[in-house]
């Protein structure tokens, strides 16, 4: 194909923020996909979602991007019964993991998206219905050269930024310093939020985000991890 036909294809030219590992389902994630999603899962095809009824009540919607297996979401869930939480996640193991927990922990203010969550917010997430909007430990795209593959740049916090409420919190995390001031320059420049850091840059990791396995490591090697918390103000 030309390099023209190229730029003129959108889809060939969609940056990706992840790579799809699949890897193989175990027995438990399987089993947890089949007996857990008619009541917990979401699809990208069901359009707009109205959140009193996917919920059964009207309480504040938090979203997590990225999840992974799960593990964090699913005690952060169980900790807040008072709020409802949504996770997308593009790999499937993770999705059969987060079910699976979730279903052992007796949650049922859980739902999840196994999605590209660009489009989920596009196509599924109503204007300025979110609380909260979660991203812990992206995919850090280290080398300078895949800087571009970053899922935290000025087009998508607008497009989070719309899906908030007033009031609503941008909430990120990274253990890797040079991301970390990535979103801060980014996060610093996207119009219509304030940080609530007190010294304008990193905040303190709130109670309500588990520390992880992530985190853990990070611990490990000497690293630091570094909380952003920007909120919608316009």
Same mark, same amino acid.
């Given at each position: 194909?030309?390099?023209?036909?190229?730029?003129?294809?959108?889809?060939?030219?969609?940056?990706?923020?992840?790579?799809?590992?699949?890897?193989r389902? &175990?027995?438990?994630?399987?089993?947890?996909?089949?007996?857990?999603?008619? &009541?917990?899962?979401?699809?990208?095809?069901?359009?707009?979602?109205?959140?009193?009824?996917?919920?059964?009540?009207?309480?504040?919607? *938090?979203l997590?991007?990225?999840?992974?297996?799960?593990?964090?979401?699913?005690?952060?869930a169980? #900790?807040?019964?008072?709020?409802?939480?949504?996770?997308?996640?593009?790999?499937?193991?993770?999705?059969? #993991?987060?079910?699976?927990? #979730?279903?052992?922990?007796?949650?049922?203010?859980?739902?999840?998206?196994?999605?590209?969550?660009?489009?989920?917010?596009?196509?599924?997430?109503?204007? #300025?219905?979110?609380?909260?909007?979660?991203?812990?430990?992206?995919?850090?795209?280290?080398?300078?050269?895949?800087?571009?593959?970053?899922?935290?740049?000025?087009?998508?916090?607008?497009?989070?930024?719309?899906?908030?409420?007033?009031?609503?919190?941008?909430?990120?995390?990274?253990?890797?310093?040079?991301?970390?001031?990535?979103?801060?320059?980014?996060?610093?420049? $996207?119009?219509?939020?304030?940080?609530?850091? $007190?010294?304008?840059?990193?905040?303190?990791?709130?109670?309500?985000?588990?520390? &992880?396995?992530?985190?853990a490591?990070?611990?490990?090697?000497?690293?630091?991890?570094?909380?952003l918390?920007?909120?919608? *103000?316009?």
């Open positions: 194909m030309s390099e023209q036909n190229a730029e003129n294809t959108p889809y060939l030219r969609k940056i990706r923020s992840f790579v799809r590992r699949e890897g389902l &175990t027995k438990g994630q399987a089993q947890a996909l089949e007996k857990c999603w008619p &009541t917990m899962g979401l699809e990208h095809g069901m359009g707009l979602l109205d959140f009193a009824k996917v919920f059964g009540n009207s309480n504040p919607v *938090v997590e991007i990225g999840f992974g297996m799960g593990k964090s979401l699913v005690e952060m169980q #900790a807040a019964p008072e709020l409802n939480f949504i996770g997308i996640e593009v790999h499937k193991p993770g999705v059969g #993991a987060c079910l699976m927990a #979730a279903s052992e922990a007796g949650v049922t203010n859980l739902r999840v998206f196994e999605h590209d969550a660009v489009e989920v917010l596009a196509d599924n997430i109503p204007a #300025a219905s979110l609380a909260r909007m979660q991203l812990f430990f992206p995919d850090p795209w280290h080398k300078k050269r895949h800087h571009k593959r970053r899922i935290v740049q000025l087009e998508f916090a607008e497009s989070l930024r719309k899906k908030l409420a007033i009031g609503g919190v941008f909430h990120m995390a990274t253990d890797w310093e040079n991301y970390a001031e990535h979103m801060l320059e980014v996060m610093n420049a $996207a119009p219509g939020y304030q940080n609530q850091s $007190a010294s304008n840059d990193y905040v303190p990791r709130p109670e309500h985000r588990p520390k &992880t396995k992530f985190e490591r990070g611990e490990r090697l000497g690293h630091g991890v570094w909380d918390m920007f909120e919608r *103000v316009e």
